[in-house]
């Protein structure tokens, strides 16, 4: 399959959202239920300078996302937290891989030290993708979650660069 990664534009706010609430709907990758941002919202995070924001396109619609967001504060500006969602029929096809792979870049240019992110513990394939990218477990918060009737723990990861 033919696809692209690239910085996220303004007019791709429509299509992030819509990627961010399939995945949403599928109520086992992702906490929320709803995606809050509104458009206006998203186009404001997209041009966020201390954020970057990676998309996945296949015939100019947005299948995956990832966001990485720098500390805001200045005892947090080393660090920053990675957010992905890729929709149901165009995962594994190395998407994740190769977003995770840029943020990483940025992350090294911009100076930032350590890239935090969590994932449920039912996620074996991400926690495993996560690994091969240098991820390492910092810890779990056992129960965390509730997902269809059985807990899951959140599993914390980072990279130090």
Same mark, same amino acid.
């Given at each position: 399959? #033919?696809?692209?990664?690239?910085?996220?534009?303004?007019? #791709?706010?429509?299509?992030?959202?819509r990627?961010?609430?399939?995945?949403? #709907?599928?109520?086992?990758?992702?906490?929320?239920? @709803?995606?809050?941002?509104?458009?206006?919202?998203?186009?404001?995070?997209?041009?966020?300078? /201390? /954020?970057?924001?990676?998309?996945?396109?296949?015939?100019?619609?947005?299948?995956?996302?990832?966001?990485?967001?720098?500390?805001?504060?200045?005892?947090?500006?080393?660090?920053?937290?990675?957010?992905?969602?890729?929709?149901?029929?165009?995962?594994?096809?190395?998407?994740?891989?190769?977003?995770? %792979?840029? %943020?990483?870049?940025?992350?090294?240019?911009? %100076?930032?030290?350590?890239?935090?992110? +969590?994932?449920?513990?039912?996620? +074996?394939?991400?926690?495993?993708?996560?690994?091969?990218?240098?991820?390492? @477990?910092?810890?779990?918060?056992?129960?965390?979650?509730? @997902?269809?009737?059985t807990?899951?723990?959140?599993?914390?990861?980072? @990279?130090?660069?």
């Amino acid at each position: 399959m #033919d696809y692209e990664i690239r910085i996220a534009k303004p007019s #791709d706010a429509s299509g992030i959202i819509r990627c961010m609430q399939s995945v949403m #709907d599928e109520k086992i990758y992702l906490v929320g239920d @709803i995606y809050l941002y509104t458009e206006r919202g998203e186009k404001d995070m997209i041009k966020n300078p /201390d /954020d970057l924001n990676i998309v996945s396109v296949v015939n100019n619609e947005v299948v995956g996302i990832m966001k990485i967001q720098r500390g805001i504060f200045r005892k947090t500006r080393h660090t920053a937290t990675l957010g992905i969602a890729v929709m149901r029929g165009y995962r594994h096809l190395g998407m994740g891989r190769r977003m995770i %792979g840029e %943020g990483i870049e940025w992350c090294r240019k911009e %100076g930032i030290k350590k890239l935090n992110l +969590e994932v449920f513990s039912s996620n +074996e394939n991400a926690i495993s993708l996560y690994r091969k990218m240098g991820f390492e @477990i910092e810890g779990v918060r056992k129960n965390q979650f509730l @997902i269809f009737d059985t807990f899951v723990d959140d599993v914390i990861m980072s @990279i130090n660069f």
